[in-house]
């Protein structure tokens, strides 16, 4: 799959010049090329299921969106050895401070998290990307105790 450099700027200002349209077809994209990569989306969720959880609980859950947006471009980076400083926390105290700004800030976590992806973009230089190992816990169960000749667990 090519992946496509958006400019970090255009996104804000497309953003701007739309009243916000543009962000959720960014978020879209941006969604569709983390699934590609990574097989799952940055919640778990669908986008369009994140989308109306984010309009109902006034952008909140933009706020995990976005951190789970950033951790996932830290498994990316992680896995393909590509050197970047890791922004999730700078995005996740953006979208906390943007709960106090209408929002505006969102729009900022967005540019840095383009221009994050444009520089991985141009350090695999048209390479497919290695998907990340995902790590999965086991809990191992011990064996029940029976106290009474039934054999039942109590």
């Known amino acids: 799959m090519r992946y496509e450099e958006r400019s970090p700027v255009m996104v804000l ?9 543009y962000l959720v077809y960014w978020y879209y994209c941006f969604y569709r090329d983390l699934y590609s990569i990574t097989g799952r989306t940055p919640t778990g969720l669908p986008f369009f299921v994140d989308f109306i959880i984010a309009i109902f609980t006034a952008g909140l859950w933009g706020a995990y969106v976005d951190y789970g947006i950033s951790r996932e471009l830290q498994r990316i980076r992680q896995a393909n050895g590509i050197e970047l400083p890791d922004s999730t926390v700078l995005v996740l105290a953006l979208d906390i401070v943007s709960i106090f700004t209408a929002h505006l800030l969102f ?3 967005s540019a840095i998290q383009q221009d994050e992806w444009n520089k991985m973009l141009q350090a695999r230089a048209g390479q497919p990307f290695e998907r990340p190992v995902t790590v999965v816990a086991t809990i191992e169960s011990s064996p029940r105790r029976t106290d009474d000749a039934s054999g039942g667990p109590y």
């Open 13 to 21: 200002l497309l953003t701007l010049v739309t009243c916000g349209l």
């Open 107 to 109: 729009i900022v976590t």
